[in-house]
């Protein structure tokens, strides 16, 4: 069964530091990752995604990941963090079947 | 506005009751899930659906049930025989293709047995 493990449950930064958070997944064949946001109050709201091509994506609010075959990885990325990125991360993946399989999220907090 | 409509927000139940959570999509999505958020163990896949009247068990299917009547629609009943209910849930759909579909998601319903 596919599995995703992120790596740190809860990451304290300053503003202005940059931001790595760790995603790997378990499955050989073709996957689609997604790296998932939920801010404070809000729903679940997709950050990117990758499908195929260029193993680097960005996507909103200055976030990128990349897609690392070999390692089995999607580390999500941002070079200066801000107060407002105070949420939590979910990395997910699609094997096939219409089934994201979610990781156990990761708790980023922010300090002014 | 297009979405997906989750109800109520928050919701109170005795034990040994049965509850059912309602998700509604206007997306016209043909797929539909139901996940369980639990600190520290992120989302867990309880129930998915492809189509009407056709369902799948997630990982975390024991003490729960779901119906697929209409396509708009994907209520999930949380049942006495389930040993832990109190949980954060989350609806989502997406369009059926084989992997490239992100998922749209609710607002969540808190369910807390009491």
């Known amino acids: 069964a596919q599995s995703v493990s992120q790596h740190n449950h809860h990451v304290i930064l300053s503003e202005a530091a940059s931001l790595e958070l760790g995603c790997n997944y378990s499955y050989g064949g073709t996957v689609n990752l997604f790296w998932y946001v939920q801010y404070p109050g809000q729903h679940l709201q997709l950050l990117l995604k990758?499908?195929?091509?260029?193993?680097l994506v960005k996507g909103i609010k200055g976030f990128e990941a990349e897609f690392i075959k070999s390692k089995f990885s999607f580390n999500l990325r941002k070079p200066s963090v801000q107060w407002s990125d105070t949420a939590e991360y979910f990395c997910?993946?699609?094997?096939?079947?219409?089934?994201?399989?979610f990781g156990a999220g990761t708790i980023l907090r922010v300090k002014s | 506005d297009g979405g997906i409509t989750q109800s109520p927000k928050y919701l109170f139940r005795k034990e040994g009751q049965n509850v059912t959570l309602s998700c509604e999509q206007n997306?016209?999505?043909?797929?539909m899930y139901w996940y369980r958020q639990d600190p520290g163990q992120g989302l867990r896949l309880i129930y998915y659906s492809q189509i009407v009247n056709d369902f799948q068990k997630g990982d975390i299917a024991e003490g729960y049930s779901v119906s697929r009547e209409k396509k708009e629609s994907f209520p999930l009943t949380v049942t006495s025989a389930q040993k832990n209910p109190t949980a954060f849930y989350l609806c989502?759909?997406?369009?059926?293709?084989?992997?490239?579909?992100?998922?749209?998601f609710g607002q969540g319903t808190r369910l807390t047995v009491v």
């Open positions: 990758y499908f195929s091509g260029d193993p």
């Open positions: 997306l016209n999505h043909d797929a």
């Open positions: 989502a759909s997406s369009i059926l293709r084989d992997v490239n579909t992100e998922a749209f």
């Open positions: 997910a993946v699609n094997a096939g079947g219409n089934k994201l399989v």
